[in-house]
């Protein structure tokens, strides 16, 4: 069965980075994108982008432009998320989000709370 | 970009009532239109995809309609644990994936 396994919260300062992991596993990791989608407390989804774990290739949603950086390694089918310059209001829950078909998101990690606070 | 326009934000019902939830695309998005679930403390759940296809192992109380901008989500029966938050997304402007603001709904 399909699983995405996301790394364990992280609590940064602000200015800082953080790289989120999200291991797959019960699928062909390289057939499929690889989405985030974060929440930030007591909010609604946000997109930040997609990877295409095949190629390498990455969107990125227009507001995370220069500040986020997805990665993928194949040998071990693990997609990372990397936010820069961290600020308070990047304070949420960060999804790692397989799709199922054009544009789906059909499996989802279990999320992993990043706080900045100084 | 694409605004996703979602309404109502909250909204109280019956078990047994039928509820239904907008979203409203600030273009045309032909049928390029999803709906998630989200129970508290949970990832998100995809329920319909292309607008108006259930997703598999979904129950078929959970439907969905439209095209161009204007899409609806229906619950037929509202049952318990249908208690959580629904977000419509779009994917005709990719790669600029959009949500919509999220209807909360509670057990009246």
């Known amino acids: 069965q399909v699983q995405l396994v996301q790394s364990g919260a992280e609590v940064k300062k602000p200015g800082a980075s953080v790289k989120v992991s999200c291991k797959a596993s019960?699928?062909?990791?390289?057939?499929?994108?690889m989405h985030w989608v974060r929440q930030a407390p007591g909010q609604g989804l946000e997109w930040m982008g997609r990877?295409?774990?095949?190629?390498?290739?990455?969107n990125y949603a227009q507001k995370f432009q220069g500040r986020v950086t997805m990665t993928r390694d194949t040998s071990i089918s693990t997609a990372y998320m990397e936010l820069s310059r961290l600020r308070s209001d990047d304070t949420a829950v960060y999804y790692c989000?397989?799709?199922?078909?054009?544009?789906?998101?059909?499996?989802w990690g279990q999320g992993t709370l990043v706080t900045v606070s100084s | 970009d694409i605004q996703m326009t979602q309404s109502p934000s909250s909204l109280s019902a019956s078990v047994g009532d039928r509820v239904t939830i907008t979203c409203q695309a600030s273009?045309?998005?032909?049928?390029?239109l999803n709906w998630y679930q989200q129970k508290p403390g949970k990832a998100p759940k995809l329920l319909i995809y292309?607008?108006?296809n259930l997703e598999t192992g979904v129950p078929s109380r959970f439907s969905g309609s439209g095209s161009g901008t204007d899409f609806t989500f229906t619950i037929s029966s509202l049952q318990p644990e249908d208690i959580a938050t629904y977000y419509c997304?779009?994917?005709?402007?990719?790669?600029?994936?959009?949500f919509g603001q999220g209807t909360k709904l509670e057990i009246k």
């Open positions: 989000a397989r799709e199922v078909g054009y544009g789906s998101l059909g499996y």
């Open positions: 990877i295409n774990p095949n190629s390498g290739g990455t």
């Open positions: 019960g699928y062909t990791f390289t057939g499929y994108y």
């Open positions: 292309d607008a108006s």
């Open positions: 273009q045309d998005i032909s049928n390029y």
């Open positions: 997304q779009q994917y005709d402007n990719l790669p600029q994936y959009t």
